[in-house]
T-cell receptor
Framework: KNQVEQSPQSLIILEGKNCTLQCNYTVSPFSNLRWYKQDTGRGPVSLTIMTFSENTKSNGRYTATLDADTKQSSLHITASQLSDSASYICVVSAGNTNAGKSTFGDGTTLTVKP | GEEVAQTPKHLVRGEGQKAKLYCAPIKGHSYVFWYQQVLKNEFKFLISFQNENVFDETGMPKERFSAKCLPNSPCSLEIQATKLEDSAVYFC???????????????FGDGTRLSIL
């Protein structure tokens, strides 16, 4: 069964600090891995998308890494801001003919405090 | 438009009533996806469309749920005879092509919160 597990479940950090969120998956065959940011009451917004051949991708202060051998990904947030407070969701898609079948993690809730 | 527009933002129905949700994908996007978010971060895939054709409906509870994407109209998700367990936020997303197999992102709307009383 395809699974995506994220850790920690929640995290509180002070403004300006860095943090790293983890995502482990057992989706097979692997197609791509996406990190989304979901603000309260809003839809998810795509941060990064990585395919099998990519092991790092940056989007501003967000840097995602992918280790396809160990089936792990991380999202590193640098110099956190209050606006980074949100839920971060890891989504892994399988490489089959089904365009809609992505497996969502349960997310990490990040709170950035002043 | 440049954003996925979902209406209404909040819909309240009594148990047993019908509920209909709408989604206008980003202009030019060929694929539309519906998801159900029951708990805060638990997304369940319902159905996807390629233009007006159903692409994958394996996530749809067939008995009471139906969806359409007709030309020149918003896509819709309809739930007949609603149950308490249908209470959730329903998200629509669109992508330029088969987003989950390429580097094209899925663009999500802000969801419709359905409350069944």
């Amino acid at each position: 069964k395809n699974q995506v597990e994220q850790s920690p479940q929640s995290l509180i950090i002070l403004e300006g600090k860095n943090c790293t969120l983890q995502c482990n998956y057992t989706v097979s065959p692997f197609s791509n891995l996406r990190w989304y940011k979901q603000d309260t009451g809003r839809g998810p917004v795509s941060l990064t998308i990585m395919t099998f051949s990519e092991n790092t991708k940056s989007n501003g202060r967000y840097t995602a890494t992918l280790d396809a051998d160990t089936k792990q990904s991380s999202l590193h947030i640098t110099a956190s801001q209050l606006s980074d407070s949100a839920s971060y969701i890891c989504v892994v898609s399988a490489g089959n003919t089904n365009a809609g079948k992505s497996t969502f993690g349960d997310g990490t809730t990040l709170t950035v405090k002043p | 438009g440049e954003e996925v527009a979902q209406t209404p933002k909040h819909l309240v129905r009594g148990e047993g009533q019908k509920a209909k949700l709408y989604c206008a994908p980003i202009k030019g996007h060929s694929y539309v996806f519906w998801y159900q978010q029951v708990l805060k971060n638990e997304f369940k895939f319902l159905i996807s469309f390629q233009n007006e054709n159903v692409f994958d409906e394996t996530g749809m509870p067939k008995e009471r749920f139906s969806a359409k994407c007709l030309p020149n109209s918003p896509c819709s998700l309809e739930i007949q005879a609603t149950k308490l367990e249908d209470s959730a936020v329903y998200f629509c997303a669109s992508s330029l092509n088969r987003g989950t197999f390429s580097n094209q992102p899925q663009h999500f709307g802000d969801g419709t919160r359905l409350s069944i009383l």
